[in-house]
């Protein structure tokens, strides 16, 4: 079974230090990948990304995805954080960790659950502008529905 471990969070990702801790003293992995969504300036438009989240019911949606993935695939330890509040560009915004024995089954958990936490988490993420603009909500995106498609499950 699985080792899973999920969060949302206020304050910044450490990713280098959540990593270091994922598999420090490990001997029974052979692979471990990360996945860091970084928010992008948008070509130097972007002031910051405000993240905003349903408490409770995303904390819970992360949990579920991270679970559909460890039973389709043996991972050893999965581990699934996600921000919200204000981002600004070169800030982490999720990091998955997966390990398996094998770096297929690592690297498949972690491609899942990516494409399945952008269409299911209910996170929104309001843009906005250098400039002061307020820019408004970024819209879901047909490629989203169609990168989770290719798993053959919509759960």
Same mark, same amino acid.
């Not at 993240?51 to 993935?69: D, K, N, Q, S």
């Not at 770096?103 to 502008?129: I, Q, S, Y």
């Given at each position: 079974?699985? #080792?899973? %471990?999920?969060?949302?969070?206020? =304050?910044?990702?450490?990713?280098?230090?959540?990593? $270091? !801790? *994922?598999?420090?003293?490990?001997?029974?992995?052979?692979?471990?990948?990360? *996945?860091?969504?970084?928010?992008?300036?948008?070509?130097?438009?972007?002031? $910051?990304?405000?993240? =905003?989240?349903?408490?409770?019911?995303? &904390? @819970? #949606?992360?949990?579920?995805?991270?679970?559909?993935?460890?039973?389709?695939?043996?991972?050893?330890?999965?581990?699934?954080?996600?921000?919200?509040?204000?981002?600004?560009?070169? =800030?982490?915004?999720?990091?998955?960790?997966?390990?398996?024995?094998?770096?297929?089954? $690592?690297?498949?958990?972690?491609?899942?659950?990516?494409? *399945?936490?952008?269409?299911? $988490?209910?996170?929104?993420?309001? &843009?906005? !502008?250098?400039?002061?603009?307020?820019?408004?909500?970024?819209? @879901?995106?047909?490629?989203?529905? =169609? @990168? +989770?498609? %290719?798993?053959? +499950?919509?759960?």
């Amino acid at each position: 079974m699985a #080792e899973i %471990r999920t969060g949302v969070s206020g =304050e910044p990702l450490d990713t280098a230090d959540l990593l $270091a !801790a *994922f598999h420090q003293g490990r001997t029974d992995i052979g692979a471990v990948v990360t *996945f860091t969504g970084i928010c992008r300036d948008e070509d130097g438009r972007l002031d $910051a990304l405000e993240l =905003e989240h349903y408490p409770g019911m995303a &904390e @819970a #949606e992360l949990a579920r995805i991270a679970c559909l993935a460890a039973d389709r695939w043996p991972v050893t330890d999965l581990t699934v954080l996600h921000r919200h509040g204000r981002v600004t560009p070169g =800030e982490p915004i999720v990091l998955v960790i997966a390990a398996s024995t094998h770096r297929h089954a $690592a690297f498949e958990a972690a491609a899942f659950v990516m494409d *399945f936490l952008k269409t299911h $988490a209910p996170f929104w993420k309001k &843009e906005h !502008a250098r400039d002061g603009t307020a820019t408004g909500w970024v819209a @879901a995106r047909d490629t989203d529905d =169609e @990168a +989770e498609a %290719r798993w053959g +499950e919509s759960r």
